[in-house]
Protein backbone atom coordinates (compact mmCIF):
# COMPACT_ATOMS: atom_id res chain seq x y z
CA UNK A 1 0.00 0.00 0.00
CA UNK A 2 3.00 2.49 0.56
CA UNK A 3 4.47 1.74 -2.36
CA UNK A 4 1.03 2.53 -3.90
CA UNK A 5 0.94 5.75 -2.14
CA UNK A 6 4.14 6.56 -3.23
CA UNK A 7 3.75 6.12 -6.64
CA UNK A 8 0.56 7.94 -6.82
CA UNK A 9 1.80 11.09 -5.12
CA UNK A 10 5.15 10.46 -7.40
CA UNK A 11 2.73 11.04 -10.53
CA UNK A 12 0.72 13.58 -9.13
CA UNK A 13 3.35 15.94 -8.17
CA UNK A 14 5.19 14.96 -11.62
CA UNK A 15 2.37 15.53 -13.36
CA UNK A 16 1.13 18.87 -12.13
CA UNK A 17 4.74 20.28 -12.49
CA UNK A 18 4.47 19.45 -15.98
CA UNK A 19 0.83 20.88 -16.05
CA UNK A 20 1.53 24.76 -14.86
CA UNK A 21 5.25 24.64 -16.92
CA UNK A 22 2.79 25.09 -19.99
CA UNK A 23 2.59 28.56 -21.65
CA UNK A 24 -1.66 27.39 -21.57
CA UNK A 25 -0.95 27.71 -17.86
CA UNK A 26 0.70 30.66 -17.75
CA UNK A 27 -1.50 32.93 -19.46
CA UNK A 28 -4.79 31.41 -18.04
CA UNK A 29 -4.38 33.63 -15.48
CA UNK A 30 -6.85 36.78 -16.20
CA UNK A 31 -4.11 38.96 -14.43
CA UNK A 32 -1.04 37.73 -16.88
CA UNK A 33 -3.41 39.44 -19.89
CA UNK A 34 -0.90 42.31 -21.09
CA UNK A 35 2.00 40.15 -20.83
CA UNK A 36 0.04 37.02 -22.77
CA UNK A 37 -1.11 39.96 -25.98
CA UNK A 38 2.45 41.15 -26.00
CA UNK A 39 3.95 37.45 -25.90
CA UNK A 40 1.88 36.20 -28.40
CA UNK A 41 2.56 39.10 -30.55
CA UNK A 42 6.35 38.72 -30.31
CA UNK A 43 9.13 36.95 -31.72
CA UNK A 44 9.53 35.01 -28.77
CA UNK A 45 5.75 33.36 -29.01
CA UNK A 46 7.21 29.78 -30.01
CA UNK A 47 9.03 29.75 -27.06
CA UNK A 48 8.11 28.26 -23.60
CA UNK A 49 7.74 31.01 -20.78
CA UNK A 50 9.79 28.50 -18.75
CA UNK A 51 12.70 28.62 -21.09
CA UNK A 52 13.30 32.28 -19.99
CA UNK A 53 11.29 32.53 -16.56
CA UNK A 54 12.95 29.86 -14.65
CA UNK A 55 17.02 29.55 -14.37
CA UNK A 56 18.00 26.40 -15.39
CA UNK A 57 18.56 23.81 -12.88
CA UNK A 58 16.04 21.42 -10.18
CA UNK A 59 16.60 24.17 -6.87
CA UNK A 60 15.64 27.15 -9.39
CA UNK A 61 12.81 25.23 -10.83
CA UNK A 62 11.45 24.36 -7.38
CA UNK A 63 11.79 27.83 -6.32
CA UNK A 64 10.09 28.77 -9.11
CA UNK A 65 7.06 26.49 -8.24
CA UNK A 66 6.90 27.65 -4.69
CA UNK A 67 6.45 31.40 -5.71
CA UNK A 68 3.73 30.12 -7.90
CA UNK A 69 2.24 28.80 -5.16
CA UNK A 70 2.32 32.19 -3.45
CA UNK A 71 1.27 34.36 -6.43
CA UNK A 72 -1.70 31.54 -6.72
CA UNK A 73 -2.83 31.96 -2.69
CA UNK A 74 -2.49 35.69 -3.56
CA UNK A 75 -4.75 35.35 -6.60
CA UNK A 76 -7.46 33.45 -5.01
CA UNK A 77 -8.01 35.49 -1.81
CA UNK A 78 -7.16 38.74 -3.36
CA UNK A 79 -4.62 39.53 -0.22
CA UNK A 80 -1.96 41.34 -1.89
CA UNK A 81 -0.88 43.24 -4.67
CA UNK A 82 -3.37 42.49 -8.10
CA UNK A 83 -0.15 42.97 -10.59
CA UNK A 84 1.93 39.65 -11.26
CA UNK A 85 5.89 40.46 -11.19
CA UNK A 86 8.81 38.50 -11.88
CA UNK A 87 10.62 38.09 -8.19
CA UNK A 88 13.80 37.37 -10.70
CA UNK A 89 14.83 39.99 -13.99
CA UNK A 90 15.68 37.52 -16.76
CA UNK A 91 19.04 37.26 -17.04
CA UNK A 92 21.54 37.51 -20.10
CA UNK A 93 22.16 34.29 -19.87
CA UNK A 94 19.10 32.95 -20.35
CA UNK A 95 18.75 34.92 -23.75
CA UNK A 96 22.47 33.86 -24.54
CA UNK A 97 20.66 30.06 -24.33
CA UNK A 98 19.32 31.04 -27.39
CA UNK A 99 21.20 33.60 -28.78
CA UNK A 100 24.55 35.28 -29.07
CA UNK A 101 25.66 39.16 -29.84
CA UNK A 102 26.30 38.64 -33.22
CA UNK A 103 22.28 37.96 -34.11
CA UNK A 104 21.33 40.02 -31.33
CA UNK A 105 21.86 43.35 -33.34
CA UNK A 106 18.06 44.88 -32.90
CA UNK A 107 18.64 44.66 -28.80
CA UNK A 108 22.09 46.39 -29.31
CA UNK A 109 20.54 49.12 -31.07
CA UNK A 110 18.14 50.48 -28.13
CA UNK A 111 19.88 52.86 -25.92
Given at each position: ???????????????S??????N???????????????F????????????????????????????????????????????????????????????????????????
Open positions: MALIFILIAFFATYGMKATSTEFCASCHSMAPQVYTEASSHSNIDCVACHIEPGVVNYVEAKIFGLYELYVTVTNSERPIIHSPYPISNEACERCHNMNNREATLLVT
